[in-house]
């Protein structure tokens, strides 16, 4: 297999959601409304580099800008049920050379937060770039005080590598970054537990999970 290949634009299907290209024309509405006309935006928009739009038309904006990138390569969230697009998420710092790739610019909506879609996306990558693409790592970088990203990456079962001190100047201020990682050579009892966890069989008749997604590693 060439050790040059690359994410692309395409479709990927899950059960809970699927990722498509991001498309402003199409989704930026729908984006707009879970990112911007809510309660939560502030809390939405606190550890991203990018700051909230003032208003549709610079959000659109925004949107284009990201949609015309490689690298980062963004993917809207796209709800299977509704078809509404929750959120965001892009691979970036792609290296075809030595196969390794980080997630980011992850942006959930209210809508998406803490469901099965929430978990199905970075299943849906990982099974993407392992799987397909045969890269060796995948990564995971957020700032040192965003308590529930560094959770997510635990429990997505990423191993902590560090804090990268003073990595980044965001909005005026210093940046520590925790960095993850996983390996190709994990993902397979990963995926496994992912697809244990993402199971039907796995939720009540209220949605609620039967075993955490740890439970499916012990």
Sequence with gaps: MSNLLRPERKVIIGRYVRLEPLDP????????????RTEDRDEIWQYL???????LASFVAYLERKAATDDPLYFAIIDSVSGRALGHVA???????????????VLYGKLLQKTPGATEVQYLLMQYVFDELSYRRY??????????SCRAAERFGFTFEGIFRQHMFIRGKNRDTAWYSMLDSEWPRQKAAFEAWLSPSNFDATGQQLKKLSDFLN
Excluded: F, M
């Design 25 to 36: 024309a199409t989704h930026s509405a729908s984006l707009y409304d879970v990112s911007h």
């Design 91 to 105: 691979l970036q710092r792609i290296d075809p050379i030595h196969r390794v790739v980080e997630t980011g610019s």
């Design 139 to 148: 990564e995971w970088k957020c700032n040192s005080l965003n308590t529930p």
């Design 49 to 55: 580099i990018d700051s909230p739009c003032s208003d």
